[in-house]
């Protein structure tokens, strides 16, 4: 019993004397946090030795960091165009401000400020940046306007990959100097194209401009343009081939080819689904008229977006006299898709955005030059998840019917 009672006061010396290093230690933080706080302590002594590195639309600013434990942050004001501002800030463990958000090339005032504990501000010192030209200014040089099968068509390169709306616009037809927006399509992709459709083949003035995330306007690309004839192909003249070297059959008869010409878009169950194969796997068409394409559009089993077997790159194959055997022989490449979302955010991260532009059908457009075909051969080449089954929801196509 002795023992036993020795050992319990023990254990409850070590127990009193941790509480007794641990409040010790919950004081000397709340000191230290605490210690400038007091509003009578003057603001924090300036940085020095700043230099700047200028970036695409903003500038990098380094400083060395003064030896003043008042100081919280060091924050930078500046105008990145007449009477919007913004704030950059670092908090005392760096000595790097990132400022962005500038539209132009021109030399712009920058003030930074020392920041204390008790929220107290140095005086300001006063730098200038001149930002590299922004992607609202070199991407704009890429832009490329001109007319499609059905309307106009805007192509870009973006080597920054920032985050862009880009606005296609026509001038009204009563109103000389109106112009109404058709479509904005928003991307970070690397380099890219789309396009908006409907028009009649009439001369009409087209124009396209973008905004940055900061809301800065490029300049306006005009143009006119005569949209190119097209049609969408009607689907009734349709029938699913079964030649031998097809490597497909549908998971249940509810998943036939069939679906893919049925009108229903986005119904998650009424899609063409066949067994799991290796990749690639193909299926073939009959159009039962000649063609010539100009583009289509591939709509997913909506359900499931940006995962698992939907499509995610894919060749067109055409052919107006295939090998009665299946044989490639006789078939001609006409394209090859390779589908991105207008994000460009990595698999499987997509944006709002992205699922908007899966609901309206993914957009692909064929070259120029390609020749009428009544048979197609679609390629399934890759699947987001690569087990080798994939399902599409309907193909819709646009073009030219030949007599």
């Known amino acids: 019993m002795k023992k036993k009672q020795l050992y319990k006061s023990a254990c409850v010396s070590r127990l009193l004397w941790g509480v007794v290093v641990l409040a010790s230690v919950w004081q000397g933080c709340t000191r230290e946090t605490n210690a400038y706080i007091d509003s009578s302590i003057p603001a924090p002594e300036l940085v020095s030795d700043i230099k ?52 132009d090339t021109l030399s712009h005032e920058v003030k930074i400020y020392s920041v204390g504990r008790n929220q107290k501000e140095s005086e300001s010192i006063s730098i200038k940046v001149k930002p590299l030209m922004p992607p609202i200014m070199s991407v704009f040089e890429t832009f490329k306007l001109a007319s499609t099968f059905g309307g106009v068509y805007v192509a870009f390169k973006d080597s920054t990959q920032a985050n862009l709306a880009i606005t296609i616009m026509v001038e009204d037809t009563l109103v000389s100097g109106t112009w109404d927006p058709l479509d904005t399509y928003y991307t970070a992709e690397k380099d890219g194209t789309f396009a908006v459709r409907g028009f009649d083949t009439v001369k009409r003035k087209f124009a396209v401009y973008m905004q940055d995330h900061w809301h800065n306007t490029s300049d306006t690309l005009i143009e006119y343009l005569t949209p190119r004839f097209e049609q969408q192909i009607p689907k009734n003249t349709f029938v699913a081939m079964h030649l031998n070297s097809d490597n497909w059959e549908p998971v249940s008869p509810k998943y036939n080819m069939e679906n893919l010409w049925d009108g229903v878009e986005l119904e998650s169950e009424n899609i063409f689904a066949p067994w799991t194969q290796p990749l690639p796997e193909w299926f073939s068409i009959d159009l039962g008229q000649n063609v010539i394409f100009s583009r289509m559009k591939l709509f997913q089993r909506i359900s499931y977006p940006y995962n698992g077997f939907w499509v995610k790159k894919f060749a067109i194959w055409g052919s107006n006299d295939p090998d009665s055997q299946g044989s490639w022989t006789g078939w001609q490449l006409l394209a090859t898709f390779d589908f991105k979302t207008p994000s460009g955010l990595p698999w499987p991260q997509y944006s709002a955005d992205d699922l908007a532009y899966a609901r309206t059908g993914q957009d692909f457009s064929f070259p120029d030059g390609i020749p009428a075909v009544r048979y197609i051969r679609f390629e399934v080449l890759e699947t987001y998840n690569m087990t080798g089954q994939f399902a599409i929801g309907e193909l819709s196509f646009w073009g030219q019917l030949v007599p």
């Open 52 to 103: 700047v590195a200028s970036t695409p639309g903003g500038a990098i600013v380094t400083y060395s960091i003064p030896d003043d434990p008042n100081l919280f942050y060091v924050k930078a004001e500046y105008e990145i165009r007449p009477g919007v501002f913004r704030e950059a800030k670092s908090s005392y463990y760096t000595d790097t401000l990132t400022l962005v958000g500038f539209g």
